[in-house]
């Protein structure tokens, strides 16, 4: 069973930064693609980023494009998600999650099998 925990949100300044990290459980970040999903009051869970477990793909919504870099340490089992230039836009509850395909990324939340808890973001005005 996948287990995945996020943790690292907070509350920022707008322009600030943050780092979430993504603990997850042993083989999953060699086995699978990873992403981070975040989903705001009032609309729907979208994908932030996402990479197949050789990160040959590499993909990015394109509203943090150029202001996030999604990363991993296979070693460590864990999954960052560094996030730079944070705008209000950018609060929301975030979210790690794991996918049943090894060499895709989807943007679809219903390719991912497994989620963590979430983590809240807030970046004040």
């Known amino acids: 069973q996948v287990q995945l925990v996020e943790s690292g949100g907070g509350l920022v300044q707008i322009g600030g930064s943050l780092r979430l990290s993504c603990a997850a459980s042993e083989s999953t970040l060699s086995a699978y693609s990873m992403a981070w999903f975040r989903r705001a009051p009032g609309k729907e869970r979208e994908l932030v980023a996402g990479?197949?477990?050789?990160?040959?793909?590499?993909k990015y919504s394109d509203s943090v494009k150029g202001r996030f870099t999604i990363s991993r340490d296979a070693g460590k089992n864990t999954l960052y998600l560094q996030m730079n230039s944070l705008k209000p836009e950018d609060t929301a509850v975030y979210f790690c999650?794991?996918?049943?395909?090894?060499?895709?990324?989807?943007?679809?939340?219903?390719?991912?099998?497994?989620w963590g808890q979430g983590t809240q973001v807030t970046v004040s005005s």
């Open positions: 999650a794991s996918s049943r395909f090894s060499g895709y990324v989807s943007f679809d939340p219903n390719d991912y099998t497994a």
């Open positions: 990479m197949s477990r050789t990160e040959v793909i590499v």
